[in-house]
């Protein structure tokens, strides 16, 4: 099992910029979660899901976008980068109390 | 609101035991979850304790108190490997997705 993968590794956009991070899991789960981490920061959620085709909103929504058509791709889409994207981003999935995450996508807006 | 408090550092050396505290105040409560992070990585799973009581695995314990709103994560016999962040989070909604975590708690182990 490969658990929950994560592409890119590393991007760099301008302002403005669209993009989509992948996100995928072989674990068969039905919860997926967007979070990002701020330095010296907790993570803090963006947007989830409970099974295909259900998504929700987390604490920090705003300029992000997803969808999720399949039990294992949870992608996130920037819709607009801007400066305080900045982050690095983690997706996880689980089927009850113990969230596997990703390695994580180190994004940098310029 | 959602706020959870922790200890910005710690410090203590090998073999030593360390407790690293959480208090939380949340607008729903399902749980309490702590996660361990080392530098450049991606959080893992600890522990998770959703009654009053403690929790044992190995090394490492984890308590609840929901009357008081408080947990603890306590490491023992520790080791140069520990030295990392560790997170509370809250399970705040009925699914299993909506967990708050605080700013965590940086530990630093020296021989």
């Known amino acids: 099992n490969a658990g929950v993968t994560q592409t890119p590794k590393f991007q760099v956009l301008k302002t403005g910029q669209s993009m989509t991070l992948q996100c995928a899991q072989d674990m068969n789960h039905e919860y997926m979660s967007w979070y990002r981490q701020d330095p010296g920061m907790g993570l803090r959620l963006i947007h989830y899901?409970?099974?295909?085709?259900?998504?929700d909103q987390g604490e920090v929504p705003n300029g992000y976008n997803v969808s999720r058509s399949t039990t294992e791709d949870f992608p996130l889409r920037l819709l607009s980068a801007a400066p305080s994207q900045t982050s690095v981003y983690f997706c996880a999935s689980s089927s009850r109390y113990e969230q596997y995450f990703g390695p994580g996508t180190r994004l940098t807006v310029t | 609101g959602q706020s959870l408090e922790q200890p910005s550092e710690v410090t203590a050396v090998e073999g030593a035991i360390v407790q690293i505290n959480c208090t939380y105040q949340?607008?729903?409560?399902?749980?309490l979850s702590w996660y361990q992070q080392h530098d450049g990585g991606a959080p893992t799973f600890l522990s998770y304790n959703a009654l009053d009581g403690l929790e044992e695995t190995g090394r490492f314990s984890s308590f609840l108190s929901r009357s008081d709103s408080y947990g603890y994560l306590l490491l023992q016999e520790l080791q140069m490997k520990d030295s990392a962040s560790y997170f509370c989070?809250?399970?705040?909604?009925?699914?299993?997705?909506?967990?708050?975590f605080g700013t965590g708690t940086r530990l630093l182990v020296s021989p």
């Open positions: 989070a809250v399970l705040a909604g009925t699914g299993f997705q909506k967990l708050v």
């Open positions: 949340t607008s729903g409560f399902y749980g």
């Open positions: 899901s409970v099974g295909a085709g259900i998504t």
